[in-house]
């Protein structure tokens, strides 16, 4: 089975030195492994772009993109970001927070009928609005 993995999860794996994480963040790490080695672990674009911005030093934004490239994207089509954009109304109109990113990641999770594995509290709020499930202690 598939596992969308989202960018704060991502982050503590291979942006992050371990000795930095706290005990959840490294829980989250030794998960992922596991999806990794069964190899249910996925990522699209706009996650890999996330991971990737912001990083001051070229030399560590090559090795990060080297590693990176190891992981092949879903492919995303037109009528994902437009379920993304139909998310994001429903969202918005129930007084949620507005993340692009956040809502093409719920759309590629139902695309793929996959949980989604992360650390960002925005989802719980999501997953009670959108027909999305979270990996770990959430729904799943």
Same mark, same amino acid.
């Given at each position: 089975?598939?596992?969308?993995?989202?960018?704060?999860?991502?982050?503590?794996?291979?942006? =992050?030195? @371990? %000795?930095? *994480?706290? #005990?959840?963040?490294?829980?989250?790490? +030794?998960?992922?492994?596991?999806?990794?080695? !069964?190899?249910?672990?996925?990522?699209?674009?706009?996650?890999?772009?996330?991971?990737?911005?912001?990083?001051?030093?070229?030399?560590?934004?090559? =090795?990060? @993109? %080297?590693? *990176?490239? #190891?992981?092949?994207?879903?492919?995303? +089509?037109?009528?994902?970001?437009?379920?993304? !954009?139909?998310?994001?109304?429903?969202?918005?109109?129930?007084?949620?927070?507005?993340?692009?990113?956040?809502?093409?990641?719920?759309?590629?999770?139902?695309?793929?009928?996959?949980?989604?594995?992360?650390?960002?509290?925005?989802? +719980?709020?999501?997953?009670?609005?959108?027909?999305?499930?979270?990996?770990?202690?959430?729904?799943?």
């Amino acid at each position: 089975m598939p596992v969308l993995v989202d960018t704060p999860v991502w982050s503590f794996a291979l942006r =992050r030195r @371990r %000795d930095s *994480l706290t #005990a959840a963040e490294a829980a989250r790490v +030794a998960i992922l492994q596991t999806f990794l080695q !069964a190899g249910e672990a996925v990522i699209i674009g706009p996650v890999r772009q996330e991971l990737l911005t912001g990083i001051r030093d070229h030399a560590t934004y090559l =090795r990060l @993109r %080297d590693r *990176l490239r #190891a992981f092949v994207d879903v492919g995303l +089509a037109g009528e994902d970001y437009e379920r993304a !954009a139909e998310f994001a109304n429903t969202c918005v109109k129930a007084g949620e927070a507005d993340s692009p990113v956040d809502y093409i990641v719920c759309s590629a999770a139902v695309k793929l009928n996959a949980p989604i594995f992360t650390a960002d509290s925005d989802f +719980a709020r999501y997953a009670r609005l959108l027909p999305i499930s979270l990996y770990g202690n959430n729904t799943r």
